[in-house]
């Protein structure tokens, strides 16, 4: 253990300092004076004489230098005058005399009857005897590292330090908690053992569980397009029935060939061909019954989709009409107090020329004696000569005074008013800017509006139009088929209406023409049978993706539910590192992850006051928070030595600590002042 203690300190010619000798209590000291007497520095110079640099780091000498020698009226360095600063301490026990000088490098220039300066001299001295810079530091630094002494002297530097190397000092006190000593705490945290058993980090795990998620996803967003792309290939149609059409077709082509060969039969069939007919009639009826069903429920299903795009546009307009007005009536707000703010500029205004007006009234007065100021009131003669001076001598000064007071009265109002006259302009300068950020967002929001109208206005123009021209293709191809097979029914009819009246020779002729057309009509229906193949593969297919979704969404929520399980698994760590780091302290609290709003955590390093943010809280808790991390990481490292406490005024109860403590109050005392 290592405790240094600062006996004395001798101050000589140090920045502001002139001669300065301070003797220090072994537990508190209380340095007193007001604002810019030199509290500060004489930290500033117990630092420069351990380490040679300020409390901003800042070095004597060099690029960045701070200014240790003292300054004259034009802020020239004094030269030929030494900057010095002794300690005694005491370490471990022992007693220790280090000091430091400056010198001026003096040299000779040829002609000038004064040597000048040509930079600057530092001297080491350790119990009087004169070292280089080297060993002299070497020596500090075998007493007390200088970044150990920085975090136990100074009670704000730890929370001034980037988080990464305040977390660091943290964790290096709590110690390192590994996965391994919490995957039992929980029998949900078996599957992320078994990870760490195979050599996977708890992160490499979470970034494969992730990866597997995205190409789930990945696949699951394709399944649906195939699905939809292979339903809208299979065609609705009443197979079934286009076989019985086909064997009826097949049989009328038999009994053509029959009656070709008896020509005979030709006058018997010719009823038959009646009755066929009809029935060809009816059976085409149906299939356009059919066909028909499936183009209304088509345009409806299109319908629909319109209508669910017109309600989209119209909620997505209604939600930009009322940003809209929002940022209407925030400008309109402001603006009504930009115009009071205007109003205010010119009363303060017109009140300030009153005020000039009055200044140069008042300050031109001169007074004027009335003889009657001099005679006795009681005697009614006139005063002798000396007392009349006298009296003349009073009154002028009364005048003087009473004039000073009234000039000085109007002064100070007059400068109210110019603060407040700033203050106003300060405020239409902010609010302006505001206003012209939200003009800007208001004519965005209105470019956005215009668009997503005219979109609405040609969703709604499209749903108006329902020329065939606009449909899909396959409800062109279904709307054509419709009226080709209507073409072909009233065909039929004709046909119907001509075979009451034809003769013998017109059925063998019709005969053969109709059995060329059947011919023709099988040929289609087979082409139309090939199709149930491709449906029945397509509808296959669509089963077999229906059961990969199935599969994967199962797969995904396995995998969610693993990310479930490692960010509790996190949080527990998380709970167990603060909570081990808050334990250490009697004030202090550590927040040491953030977590984001993925539910990921992120690691950081805020020390917290009653919950409220370090950089948040008041000066007290500031510094009985530093001096809370100062007895830790003094215990820690079994090193102690003087803490200087700045603006100590500001705290009621300070916080003991081990260490001795140097108060440096603002108080009204003209020199400093040491109890």
Request: proline share 2%; charged share 30%.
């Amino acid at each position: 253990m290592t405790v240094v203690k600062l006996k004395n300190i001798e101050i000589t010619h140090f920045k502001g300092i002139k001669s300065l000798r301070i003797g220090l209590n072994d537990d508190v000291t209380t340095v007193f004076g007001e604002n810019g007497l030199g509290k500060s520095s004489v930290y500033d110079a117990w630092l420069w004489l351990l380490f040679g640099k300020d409390s901003s780091g800042r070095k004597a000498t060099g690029k960045g230098s701070f200014s240790i020698k003292p300054l004259d009226s034009k802020n020239i360095r004094i030269s030929k005058v030494n900057t010095e600063v002794t300690g005694y301490l005491e370490v471990d026990g022992i007693e220790l005399v280090i000091r430091k000088i400056i010198k001026d490098k003096m040299t000779s220039v040829k002609g000038a009857e004064e040597q000048t300066s040509d930079g600057l001299i530092t001297e080491h001295y350790w119990n009087g005897m004169k070292l280089n810079e080297g060993p002299f530091q070497t020596k500090i630094d075998e007493i007390i590292n200088e970044t150990i002494f920085k975090l136990i002297s100074n009670p704000s530097y730890f929370n001034q330090l980037h988080w990464t190397e305040a977390r660091k000092i943290i964790t290096d006190l709590v110690g390192d908690i590994k996965d391994e000593d919490l995957v039992d705490s929980k029998k949900e945290f078996a599957i992320i053992k078994e990870q760490l058993a195979a050599k996977k980090t708890l992160d490499e795990y979470k970034k494969e569980v992730y990866q597997k998620k995205v190409g789930i996803n990945d696949e699951l967003k394709e399944i649906h397009p195939r699905i939809d792309e292979l339903r809208r290939s299979i065609e609705v149609l009443d197979f079934d029935a286009i076989e019985v059409e086909k064997g009826t077709y097949l049989k009328e082509i038999e009994k053509i060939n029959l009656i070709l060969d008896d020509h005979a039969t030709l006058l018997k069939s010719k009823n038959e061909k009646v009755i066929f007919k009809q029935n060809q009639i009816f059976s085409l009826e149906q299939l356009l019954n059919v066909l028909k069903n499936n183009y209304k429920q088509r345009l409806s299903s299109l319908e629909l989709q319109k209508n669910s795009a017109q309600h989209d546009l119209k909620e997505a307009i209604k939600v930009l009409e009322n940003r809209f007005e929002d940022k209407s009536s925030m400008i309109k707000s402001r603006q009504s107090i930009i115009d009071a703010a205007i109003a205010n500029i010119n009363s303060y205004s017109q009140r300030r020329d009153s005020l000039r007006e009055k200044y140069n009234t008042t300050y031109s007065q001169t007074l004027v004696f009335d003889e009657g100021d001099f005679i006795c009131p009681v005697c009614k003669r006139a005063h002798e000569g000396h007392h009349v001076e006298n009296k003349k001598a009073e009154m002028v000064k009364s005048f003087l005074e009473k004039k000073k007071t009234d000039c000085a009265k109007i002064e100070n109002e007059g400068i109210e008013l110019t603060a407040k006259i700033k203050e106003e302009e300060t405020k239409i300068e902010e609010l302006s800017k505001s206003i012209n950020e939200w003009k800007a967002e208001s004519l965005a929001l209105s470019e956005e509006l215009q668009s997503k109208k005219s979109q609405l206005e040609n969703v709604i123009q499209q749903s108006n139009d329902n020329s065939p021209t606009e449909l899909p293709e396959d409800l062109k191809e279904l709307n054509l088929s419709i009226k080709s097979r209507e073409a072909e029914l009233e065909s039929w009819k004709a046909e119907l209406s001509e075979m009451s009246k034809s003769d013998i020779s017109d059925e063998l002729e019709a005969a053969k023409t109709n059995k060329k057309s059947f011919e023709t009509m099988i040929s289609a229906i087979e082409k139309a049978l090939a199709k149930k193949d491709i449906n029945e593969k397509s509808e296959s297919r669509i089963n077999e993706l229906l059961e990969k979704e199935k599969f994967l969404v199962n797969a995904l929520s396995d995998l969610e539910r693993i990310e479930y399980i490692i960010s509790d698994f996190s949080k527990q760590k998380i709970s167990m590192v603060e909570e081990k780091a808050n334990s250490l302290f009697k004030l202090a609290r550590f927040k040491m992850y953030n977590i984001l709003n993925n539910g990921t955590e992120d690691p950081t390093c805020v020390t917290l006051v009653n919950g409220v943010p370090w950089i948040d809280a008041n000066n007290a808790a500031k510094i009985n928070i530093g001096l809370d991390i100062i007895n830790t990481l003094s215990e820690k490292h079994q090193v102690y030595a003087p803490i200087f406490i700045d603006n100590a005024e500001s705290v009621n109860n300070i916080l003991p600590t081990a260490s001795q403590q140097i108060h440096l109050v603002v108080s009204h005392d003209k020199e400093l002042k040491v109890a």
